[in-house]
T-cell receptor, first 114, second 112 residues
Framework: DAGVIQSPRHEVTEMGQEVTLRCKPI?????LFWYRQTMMRGLELLIY????????DSGMPEDRFSAKMPNASFSTLKIQPSEPRDSAVYFC????????????FGPGTRLTVT | KNQVEQSPQSLIILEGKNCTLQ??????????LRWYKQDTGRGPVSLTI?????NTKSNGRYTATLDADTKQSSLHITASQLSDSASYIC???????????FGKGTMLLVSP
């Protein structure tokens, strides 16, 4: 398996623009997670899905952030409108329920909002 | 509030030397603790996972210990290599994905 796939790897955008990050989880994994990582706050869980259904979105910072999982092999994280403080690395991860919560992370998308 | 504190924040050691990284947590209830290695520009990769009943677990040159009574864990790296240069993140679970609490990591640099 190719592992978790994320695109784009790097995104530079101007404040106010819409940003869409994409993720393809490992085939057969029931759970999908979106994380944000910054130097100041470390890794933060934004939202996670189980069988395409959002389970916990309490980590989503504000209404500007939204996430969808239309099918088992694809998820998006959208920021609209983007702000400079959204600059961070966004990771997608997937997991099998039976493996003691082990998560497999993608390579991340480095987002810069100017 | 659940918290995971890691120390030191950063560390520089010479190649071939050993080192120990620390993780203290206040997560309750406790289910398991995991150490991740994150290379620069990549996602974290799991090194070890320990449940309540486990005291020590090894993965090659990496050995993790857990003291559930004092809520402390350590990651010991033996005979360090240049490829060990990375950030090491401690993650504690209270029993569900929503309870995962991440430390901010220790940045290790192994110098030749």
């Amino acid at each position: 398996d190719a592992g978790v796939i994320q695109s784009p790897r790097h995104e530079v955008t101007e404040m106010g623009q819409e940003v869409t990050l994409r993720c393809k989880p490992i085939s057969g994994h029931d759970y999908l997670f979106w994380y944000r990582q910054t130097m100041m706050r470390g890794l933060e869980l934004l939202i996670y899905f189980n069988n395409n259904v959002p389970i916990d979105d309490s980590g989503m910072p504000e209404d500007r952030f939204s996430a969808k999982m239309p099918n088992a092999s694809f998820s998006t994280l959208k920021i609209q409108p983007s702000e400079p403080r959204d600059s961070a690395v966004y990771f997608c991860a997937s997991s099998e329920r039976t493996v003691l919560y082990e998560q497999y992370f993608g390579p991340g998308t480095r987002l810069t909002v100017t | 509030k659940n918290q995971v504190e890691q120390s030191p924040q950063s560390l520089i050691i010479l190649e071939g030397k050993n080192c120990t990284l620390q993780c203290n947590y206040t997560v309750s209830p406790f289910s398991n603790l995991r150490w991740y290695k994150q290379d620069t520009g990549r996602g974290p990769v799991s090194l070890t996972i320990m449940t309540f009943s486990e005291n020590t677990k090894s993965n090659g040159r990496y050995t993790a210990t857990l003291d559930a009574d004092t809520k402390q864990s350590s990651l010991h790296i033996t005979a360090s290599q240049l490829s060990d240069s990375a950030s090491y993140i401690c993650v504690v679970s209270g029993g569900g994905y929503s309870t995962l609490t991440f430390g901010k990591g220790t940045m290790l640099l192994v110098s030749p």
